[in-house]
């Protein structure tokens, strides 16, 4: 038994990822004991904090949701209090309650080779009452932005502007829009999720954009998954609509990347469909880039596009000279009238939660890393984490991420190791970054982050079904991995 302060594993974040750590935890290591740390009074990481008008799943939930627990509302594509809806029942139904530490902000972590533990050193948000925890595992569910500030550029004369400039991330839960003047500055999925969303109330709403995103509509409904959720019974269905799911997501993207021309034909081809006759989607609609090398952006049942039919929002794509009193000058000269400024401009993207880690006194430091497996890094002992997928749904990753982790704890207890380190001993080797879409949250943080390798369990390729072979279906014994026992320093992996 734990005595408050010390676990098996001590898990950071309640999140999709946190989350469901603890629940592959509690059903393939019954007899382990975990905590999990919470800065935040409430569970549901990124869907606890985003507010905004319409904000909703960007991937299809019976793959967005968990292996474990189907997804059986009528909505494929999902508004955050029905996604927060089933966060809360995961965490009823698998009793997790009792492990999470809520208002604990984790600050440090330290491991010892001496002792083979990790003390971690959290600071509690009421109190400011600093806390150590100790544990032999680290698992970091903490995602991979900054939970604090979103990024907004530096725009010239903002503060002459006489309405409200809001980030997404901060969204004023008492903000009245109604008969308003907005003006949404971005392209991506928050910009294209906030403009329909808005446009019912607000006097006129406009995207303001720099650049053009590829949108796609897509069914907010899934008509098969419906289906076989009725004939099948959800339990069977989910495994037919997961795998159609995937097949359909990663046969998109393959296509993408390998015919670019063809793809982006289709894509602006469906766009023009859904638009107004003389709308000018060459200009607003048509990217500079190649399908994929960003995130595609969807709208379920056309949303965006039938809200700029019906006249009540507009596309406008210019680059800003500066604010004024009363809203924004573009550099065409044209001026955008505004009441309310929403700067849907992106993320701040950030490693580990401003986790300091350190091994026997000495910092780590992060971008001297690599992934291994992309779900630990080397040269840092009893450590994993889940980040998502980029180009497919966030949790199918996790899920893989924390099988594989339960898979290495099994190990372990089975041969009697106490510690596991990656150990990257090919200088040869090219490091890589580990993301490469081109959006510019992706292009200004990924510096920050660990790199990839080239070969081998070093490489980090967002590939669903190479993950399944090495991470569900591969041997946990590996030469790049070291592992001690309690009775002996430490020896390679055989």
């Given at each position: 038994m734990s005595d408050g302060t010390h676990f098996d594993v001590l898990i950071v974040g309640a999140g999709i990822s946190g989350i469901g750590a603890a629940c592959h935890l509690k059903a393939r290591r019954p007899g382990s004991t975990f905590a999990i740390l919470e800065g935040r009074d409430s569970i549901g990481g990124t869907w606890d904090l985003f507010k905004y008008p319409g904000i909703r799943s960007d991937s299809d939930m019976p793959t967005f949701g968990y292996s474990f627990k189907p997804w059986t509302h009528r909505k494929a594509i999902a508004d955050r209090n029905l996604i927060l809806d089933y966060?809360?029942?995961?965490?009823t139904e698998n009793v997790i309650d009792p492990h999470i530490r809520f208002g604990y902000k984790v600050l440090a972590a330290e491991f010892s080779s001496s002792t083979a533990h990790w003390t971690i050193t959290a600071e509690h948000s009421s109190t400011g009452e600093q806390t150590q925890f100790t544990s032999r595992f680290l698992f970091l569910g903490t995602g991979y932005y900054d939970y604090e500030s979103g990024f907004t550029p530096d725009f010239a004369a903002v503060d002459e502007f006489t309405g409200q400039v809001i980030h997404p991330q901060h969204w004023p839960e008492d903000l009245d829009y109604a008969g308003k003047r907005v003006v949404v500055i971005g392209s991506g999925a928050t910009a294209v999720t906030l403009t329909p969303a808005m446009a019912d109330k607000a006097s006129h709403i406009t995207m303001l954009q720099r650049s053009p995103?590829?949108?796609?509509?897509?069914?907010?409904?899934?008509?098969?998954?419906?289906?076989l959720n009725k004939v099948l019974g959800p339990k069977r269905a989910s495994r037919i609509v997961r795998r159609k799911n995937i097949l359909l997501a990663r046969g998109i993207f393959k296509a993408c990347r390998r015919f670019p021309r063809l793809t982006r034909w289709l894509l602006l081809a469906l766009v023009r469909l859904q638009l107004p006759k003389r709308f000018d989607s060459d200009t607003h609609f048509s990217p500079r880039y190649?399908?994929?090398?960003?995130?595609?952006?969807?709208?379920?049942?056309?949303?965006?596009?039938?809200?700029?039919?019906s006249g009540r929002a507009s596309v406008v794509t210019d680059r800003i000279d500066r604010f004024t009193a009363s809203g924004i000058k573009l550099e065409s000269g044209q001026e955008l009238a505004a009441d309310i400024v929403v700067t849907a401009t992106g993320l701040n993207m950030l490693p580990f939660g401003k986790i300091?880690?350190?091994?026997?006194g000495q910092r780590v430091n992060i971008p001297d890393t690599t992934f291994y497996k992309a779900v630990m890094l080397s040269g840092v002992p009893n450590f994993a984490f889940a980040l998502g997928y980029t180009n497919i749904s966030w949790t199918l990753k996790v899920d893989l991420a924390c099988e594989y982790f339960c898979r290495l704890l099994d190990h372990m207890d089975a041969h009697g190791y106490r510690t596991v380190e990656p150990v990257l001993?090919?200088?040869d080797m090219t490091r890589v970054t580990a993301?490469?879409?081109?959006?510019?949250?992706?292009?200004?943080?990924?510096?920050?982050?660990?790199?990839?390798?080239?070969?081998?369990?070093?490489?980090?390729?967002h590939a669903y079904e190479k993950d399944v072979e090495r991470l569900r279906a591969g041997l946990v014994e590996d030469?790049?991995?070291?592992?001690t026992v309690a009775t002996s320093p430490a020896r390679p992996a055989s």
């Open positions: 966060l809360r029942e995961t965490v995103s590829y949108i796609l509509a897509i069914p907010a409904e899934d008509v098969i998954a419906n289906f190649n399908p994929w090398e960003q995130r595609l952006c969807f709208v379920p049942n056309g949303d965006l596009f039938k809200a700029i039919k300091q880690l350190s091994v026997d001993d090919d200088p993301n490469n879409l081109k959006a510019g949250y992706v292009q200004r943080g990924m510096g920050t982050f660990p790199r990839g390798g080239t070969r081998g369990p070093w490489i980090v390729d030469s790049a991995l070291k592992f």
